[in-house]
């Protein structure tokens, strides 16, 4: 079995660096070793490119930046699987690789702790304006007294309570704020948040996460209307996904006021990472989509492909997979 790792040296290192070993250590059932063919380029590839590269190879191991495009799967016939190093499947056309016969499978949710404890990083960051002062000490300033405003006694209002939603309210709860949470799919929250109407949320909220799942319906979901129902001068966090926001009225928000403070790990450009124009911003604190960049999570999600890649190699379908039913070539690979 060849297996086509598409991660660039810089997310290679990052995420799959460590279990590299891992998967090169997996074997056949007959103990021969299977294939790892590395990215042989210094950046991202693109589907022409990935096409070309991975010729052959019986699995792709895909970073998030790597697209599942329909013709992927109609011009690799000897691929059998097509396995995301992340949790998010939005650029992979999963109906053609089912009408292609490829299996597509995703990693396990292990980034909710990392990805919550950024959010209370940027909020922290927000509230005491630590990058400033840190900025300016390194170019030899000194920093101004600039005036914070203390956390506990606040009130948090998270817009979706699914796994990151839900071990964020614990920690905003701990440091003593209230939490206000509104997800019309949840009809109850635990003792560490109130369950609210979204205008009351917007209202009483000192700082929102807009939390909520990327689909066609909650696109843009902070736009202008939205924006003006929150308490002036209160703090916007999103850690979520970049489609959430509209970026043309955050930054319209900002410039007025109406919006105090703005922390972002994702956004519009390339790889889910903020937009330039609202990370430049003097009150947008701003990194480059690292949610998931810690070691605990980057080994877990890699070792996940691992697991997977062990599992089709004794014949099986693998945990976590989106479309089972659709795994023809798997299947017919491994008949006896």
Not at 173 to 195: Q, S
């Amino acid at each position: 079995m060849r297996v086509f790792v598409t991660h660039n040296p810089e997310d290679l290192a990052a995420y799959y660096g460590r279990a590299l070993p891992e998967l090169r250590s997996l074997t056949e059932r007959d103990g021969t070793p299977i294939d790892v063919v590395l990215n042989p380029l210094e950046r991202d590839l693109t589907t022409p490119e990935l096409i070309e590269a991975a010729a052959g190879c019986a699995v792709i191991v895909a970073h998030r930046s790597t697209a599942g495009e329909a013709e992927l799967f109609t011009a690799l016939p000897d691929l059998l699987a097509f396995l995301r190093c992340a949790v998010d499947i939005s650029t992979i056309d999963v109906d053609a690789a089912s009408a292609a016969g490829v299996l597509v499978a995703r990693a396990d949710k292990s980034f909710v702790p990392s990805t919550a404890e950024l959010a209370l990083g940027l909020l922290l960051d927000c509230a005491r304006t630590i990058a400033a002062s840190t900025i300016d000490y390194r170019n030899g300033k000194q920093p101004p007294q600039r005036p914070g405003w203390q956390l506990a006694g606040q009130t948090a209002g998270i817009l979706g309570y699914g796994a990151i939603g839900s071990y964020l309210a614990g920690l905003l709860a701990g440091i003593g704020m209230r939490v206000l949470v509104h997800d019309p799919f949840v009809t109850e929250v635990g003792d560490a948040a109130e369950l609210v109407e979204r205008d009351q949320l917007l209202a009483e909220a000192d700082v929102v996460f807009p939390l909520a799942q990327a689909t066609p319906e909650t696109e843009n979901l902070v736009d202008a209307d939205f924006l003006a129902q929150m308490k002036a001068g209160a703090t916007l966090i999103n850690v979520s996904r970049g489609e959430l926001l509209d970026d043309d009225a955050v930054f319209a928000a900002l410039q007025s006021g109406q919006l105090g403070a703005l922390g972002l790990d994702v956004g519009r450009a390339a790889d889910q990472r903020p937009a330039p124009l609202l990370a430049a911003h003097p009150r947008c604190v701003a990194t480059p989509h690292l949610g998931g960049l810690t070691p605990q999570n980057a080994d877990a999600q890699a070792m996940s492909s691992v697991e997977q890649i062990g599992s089709m190699l004794a014949g099986e379908v693998p945990a976590r997979s989106v479309n089972a039913e659709s795994a023809m070539r798997l299947r017919d690979h491994f008949e006896p």
